[in-house]
């Protein structure tokens, strides 16, 4: 049995096969694989995208879902063994992971970190406790990666490109007033690496660098798939000829919990927005980020209103990637 929670767990055949079987879906009818079958959908936190795609995408599929929000419509939960539950928890995941396994066919969670200690907070307990304790597929809706956006953000680029291999792909730290989750930085670096990108991490300082993890990961992408990696902190060095330009803004790992601190650092650079004078620097490049996004935060209202900006599009790519995910795992094959 296969989960799917991290991008780094599938070879780059199966995600194009998932993304092919996206594309299918895309065109027309969306098949039967969840009939008669049910998802449960975890929320640990908002969300617009997911809940709206993964709900509609069920159902397209024959399929239900149930929507459960812990500590809200349910009830909140514990994920470490030999807790002594004598907090708010009123259920341990060991029972919650295997209730739901027995009422429904996958299982779906979103659980972003706490903001409070990196080096907790990346061992991303809360998925992997339901992938243990589980007996049915698991999917990660967004915890400190974010897969399933991975796959709408390459089958979009697929689409206006052509081919993406090679192709200069820049991800670019942008300002925002709250320190927010690395996941889709991540993501980033690890979807456009596995697919043979040419890829360029832009942030202001060493500070904003990610994770060690997805930085090793990048450079083993890179090598084993034909692209390459580098950082920078020069935005026209990082701009000039780029063919893809991915926004996302991320808090400072080195800072993580110290909010007050970091935030006299990241003010400094408000100027890293994603404006019509950097994107002339680039070969015509596409832009997108995984929304929501800030106008004029971190990208000027000439960026979104452009013909190149392709968020839209990779909104839209969630419901089919999501399809495909769900099929291949109910299917194990595709």
Known sequence: MQHFISTADWEQSELQSMIDLANQFKQGPTGNALKNKSIALLFFNPSLRTRTSFELGTWQLGGHAIVLEPGKSSWPLAFEFGDVMDGTAEEHVIEAAQVLSRYCDLIAIRAF??????????????????????????????????????????????????????KKYVLTWTYHPKPLNTAVANSSLLIASKFGMDVTLLCPTPDYLLDDRYMKLAVENSEKYGGSFQVTHDIEEAYSGAEVIYAKSWGSLNYFGNWEQEKLIREQYKHFIVDQQKMALTNSAIFSHCLPLRRNIKATDEVMDSNYCVAIDEAENRLHVQKAVMTQLLTQKI
């Open 113 to 166: 970190p706490k903001f409070e200690n990196w080096q907790q907070d990346r061992q991303d307990t809360v998925i992997k406790s339901f992938a243990k304790y589980a007996s049915v597929p698991v999917i990660n809706m967004e915890t400190i990666t974010h897969p399933c956006q991975e796959l709408a953000h390459m089958q979009t680029i697929q689409e206006k490109l052509g081919t993406q291999k090679n």
